[in-house]
């Protein structure tokens, strides 16, 4: 860049890769056509197109969508080799009682907690465990006498367990799905 001359501009792909990975959270596709001023259904296309690049060129990282974007992730195999450098350590397993209480509010929300422990048959103090962890939040309040507290899922809850939405949940059978949660 001598005499004046203009930096090149940056390829779409660049700034899709950037995007994603400066984020630090799931990025909408008509979030990203709007910033690089394309069309959604060409971003869609140009979010396909670096979702192959990056897997062809083997590089340790890949797009995902989660709670109705996309974001940069380390596959599994490739985490594994590098957990000493990854942080934070991840949190504890949830316990029973917790995962319990989640799966409660995630299928029926929104719910109060005197709903959650009659479902359940047992106290819902891990509440607070899970709005610690963000995976739950009050979402408002019930017309109930005294006006109780509504639970709901965030949108961590989304990215932690790798969903897209609330209708990607599985469907109830009685299987145990504690091993969904990645940390």
Known sequence: ?????????????????????????????????????????VMQHELQTFSGVLEAADLGFRVEMVAGGYRLVVPGEVAAQLSPL??????????????????????????TRA?????????ASTVVTLQERELVKVVGRSDAVGQP????????????FGLGGLGDLPPLDGADFSHLLRG
């Open 86 to 111: 990854l942080a934070p350590p991840p949190l504890p397993p949830l316990s029973s009682a917790a995962l319990e209480v989640l799966a409660v509010i995630a299928y029926r929300q929104p719910v």
């Open 1 to 41: 860049m001598t005499n004046g001359e203009a930096a090149p501009r940056p390829s779409r792909q660049a700034l899709i890769g950037a995007a994603l990975l400066a984020a630090g959270r799931p990025v909408a596709a008509r979030e990203l056509a709007a910033v690089l001023g394309l069309d959604e259904e």
């Open 149 to 160: 507290l509504l639970y709901g899922t965030t949108e961590r809850f989304l990215v932690e």
């Open 115 to 123: 709903e959650i422990e009659a479902m359940r048959g047992g106290s």
